[in-house]
């Protein structure tokens, strides 16, 4: 066993004792193989040095060059296998094939061989691919109107946010009214006081009342905030047996978090809705999963099995899919269009008639999948369309960057929005 201070700390590296807050709280516990979230929240609690079983810290390699051919063709073989349904011969998913090449081989230098894993895969009680596909899956197709009837018994949404919704609608809403409507709830608050006081916004002074975060963040851009909030607070709780529910918002708030960083690049006014609307992007799967589990359980190992990209697998077998449900709850709240439009067309933008915002959220999307940070069920790399990329006119290059604020972003958005037990 060996003290290590924490800016020597590497992923791959195994706690030899429990780590405690200093409240006395368990944060981690002992055996646990650390990965680069777990790092980036012990920075956020503050931990100065942590006990890892003995390991020799000087030869985890920390540049590719110390990586051996051998495992980086392990990382190329396995990241072709993640992109198998992604236009890899794009410039951006090649950019995006590239960083994830070089994420993996660090990844499995620092694992012993038994102990890679290829998937990350955070879906729960689905069973070991077989090499074969099933001759068929047999589910009875189901109509938009009975799923309809399903929605509507679905809680229906807390007032706070239908309050918030319609004073950052109302144009002679003031920032006061804005900040009186969020003070209602104590939880909110709190919450939007540590986002805004987060990496997420990198304020030099602290903002210590929901006002002064009115006032600095700006009015929709807090009241978005606090709606996107609001609803993830709904369903986070939400017990799902098929599905592990906080890898799916993981992969939920990383969308939010990317969406939001790559609409900063375009120049777009409020770039908290577009944060909202990565959140809620696929939201439609959890109605699915609570609605129809045996059918989505049939979807996910049919999927699974013949390597089919999930959206286009719900939509053989169910006769819909999450993103046509997404958009009907959005409806059903009465929530703000850009929410049901990115609800509905995030696999298909350019049928949007907000191509911009939602192709900005497809993009995100892809990111997330590509990085690996938590999944809404989906195991494969979705394929960009072509046409969304030429309209939002990036340089491919630009996604080192953008790569490298998604990690500082999304560990602290996470512990922000769930505490500390994430
Ligand atoms: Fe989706
Ligand atoms: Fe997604």
Redesign the pocket.
């Known amino acids: 066993m060996e003290t290590v201070d924490f800016d020597k700390l590497k992923p791959g590296m195994v706690l030899a004792r429990d780590l405690f807050h200093s409240d006395g709280r368990l944060l981690l516990s002992k055996g646990l193989q650390l990965d680069s979230t777990h790092l980036r929240v012990l920075k956020i609690w503050g931990i100065g040095t942590v006990e890892i079983e003995d390991v020799s810290i000087d030869s985890s390699p920390s540049t590719l060059e110390e990586i051996s051919p051998a495992v980086l063709n392990e990382a190329e073989d396995l990241t072709k296998k993640h992109f198998s349904h992604a236009n890899v011969d794009h410039p951006f998913l090649r950019e995006l094939f590239r960083i994830c090449v070089q994420r993996r081989a660090k990844q499995l230098a620092l694992q012993k061989p038994s102990e890679h894993n290829p998937g990350a895969i955070s879906l729960e009680k689905t069973p070991e691919t077989p090499a074969k596909p099933p001759a068929h899956v047999s589910i009875p197709k189901k109509d938009l109107a009975s799923v309809l009837d399903k929605i509507v018994s679905l809680a229906s949404l807390p007032r706070i946010i239908s309050e918030i919704d319609r004073v950052i609608s109302d144009p002679r809403s003031s920032a006061i009214d804005v900040a009186d409507v969020i003070r209602k709830d104590p939880n909110l608050t709190s919450k939007l006081l540590k986002i805004v006081n987060s990496a997420f916004y990198n304020f030099s002074s602290r903002i210590d009342t929901i006002s002064r975060a009115v006032a600095i963040v700006g009015t929709e851009e807090l009241g978005s905030l606090a709606l996107g909030t609001s609803v993830l607070e709904m369903f986070k709780n939400i017990p799902a047996d098929l599905v592990d529910m906080k890898s799916f918002w993981e ?1 939920s708030v990383a ?1 939010g978090a990317a969406s939001r960083i790559i609409a900063s690049y375009k120049n777009i006014a409020n770039t908290e809705r577009l944060f909202v609307a990565g959140l809620l ?2 939201i439609g799967r959890v109605v699915i999963y609570l609605n129809f589990p045996q059918e989505a359980r049939e979807i996910l190992l049919h999927a699974q099995r013949s390597n089919s990209l999930l959206h286009t697998t719900e939509l053989q077998l169910l006769g819909f899919d999450h993103t046509q449900v997404g958009a009907m709850l959005m409806q059903k709240w009465q929530l703000p269009v850009i929410l049901e439009q990115t609800a509905g067309y ?1 696999h298909q933008p350019m049928l949007s008639q907000y191509p911009l915002e939602v192709g900005i959220v497809h993009i995100a ?1 892809i990111l ?2 590509t990085l690996m940070i938590g999944t ?1 069920g ?1 195991r494969s790399v979705p394929p960009v369309i072509p046409e969304v990329w030429t309209a939002l006119r990036f340089s491919p290059e630009i996604f080192t960057k953008i790569v490298a604020q998604v990690d500082r972003q999304v560990a602290e958005a996470i512990h922000n929005l769930f505490g500390d037990g994430y």
């Open positions: 992969h969308c992007h696929d995030h999307d997330v999948n809404s989906e």
